[in-house]
């Protein structure tokens, strides 16, 4: 007589599947919805705004009518800002992560910086807004200029930076310590051939998510005074300034139907500079993958 009976373990693996096809339809709902959200978003920014989108709209200054204004100001604005946040916050970020990972001793002191580095990330924008009013524009005389907010962005974001960085570099197998050791090789000549051309592509993912979420800040600028309206070109660093996504606001704030299509259009060249922007650095840490 045949016996027809489960056994315990095939319950457990019953269990077990319908437990893996319910977080798999979770997770895909998730996704899902995450997708729709987006491709909305993106649809109605686009049929708003790409009528507004010209020569004229990429070369004007901003303007009290919708169909004179620009975003000329603050595309040169956020290049300033980015040109200074950019080689600020990588090579303070990076010397950070070498110095906790390969020099530092292991102490408790240490482990008490790491976990700071750590929540840092998390801290709301508009503290570092603070920290760059208080730091730059009063205590060292700045003023609210391009460089006050360049190294407040630099504040913002050096904290994943260091986080991102550290990860790589532990990442790196010891085997390629010791090879390096057994060649003769000098701390620094490790670090310099070794560790930095291996970690490159993870700290460069960390740079392209941190200086992302900076293009597209506002609260901590705002802090620091950047301005909603500037008719003229940023000639040097000590200059006044207004960045994409300040103006944006600027316009989204505003009650007539004309000024949120201009927004619209601000926030399609902000999309086309992030993609932009990530497509270099993709392209360049796919390079170094390939290399190391």
Not at 180 to 193: E, F, L, P
Not at 200 to 229: D, K, N, Y
């Amino acid at each position: 007589m045949k016996n027809n009976s489960v056994t315990p373990d095939e319950k457990q693996i019953d269990r077990r599947i319908i437990k893996n096809k319910l977080a798999k339809g979770v997770f895909f709902l998730g996704t899902l919805f995450g997708i729709i959200v987006l491709a909305a978003l993106l649809i109605r920014i686009f049929t708003q705004g790409i009528a507004y989108l010209d020569f004229g709209f990429l070369s004007n200054f901003a303007s009290r009518r919708p169909e004179d204004a620009g975003i000329r100001a603050a595309i040169l604005g956020t290049i300033w800002i980015m040109s200074i946040t950019i080689p600020v916050s990588l090579i303070l970020g990076v010397s950070t992560s070498i110095y906790l990972e390969e020099y530092a001793p292991r102490n408790k002191f240490t482990r008490f910086i790491e976990l700071n580095l750590a929540n840092l990330a998390g801290v709301p924008s508009v503290v570092f807004g603070l920290l760059g009013l208080t730091v730059f524009v009063r205590l060292l005389e700045m003023g609210r200029s391009i460089l006050a907010g360049g190294f407040t962005m630099s504040l913002l974001i050096l904290p994943v930076i260091v986080v991102a960085s550290k990860e790589a570099i532990r990442a790196i197998p010891q085997e390629q310590y010791d090879a390096a050791y057994a060649m003769g090789a000098t701390k620094w000549q490790i670090i310099r051939t070794v560790v930095l051309p291996a970690a490159t592509p993870g700290i460069l993912t960390g740079a392209i998510l941190s200086l992302s979420r900076g293009v597209g800040e506002t609260a901590s600028l705002l802090m620091i005074g950047a301005m909603t309206f500037i008719a003229y070109t940023p000639a040097s660093v000590l200059d006044g300034f207004t960045v994409l996504p300040i103006q944006i606001f600027s316009w989204a704030s505003r009650p007539q139907a004309e000024f949120q299509a201009v927004a619209a259009a601000g926030s399609i060249v902000l999309l086309v500079i992030l993609i932009v922007m990530n497509t270099l650095a993709i392209i360049i840490r796919n390079n170094y993958s390939k290399r190391y």
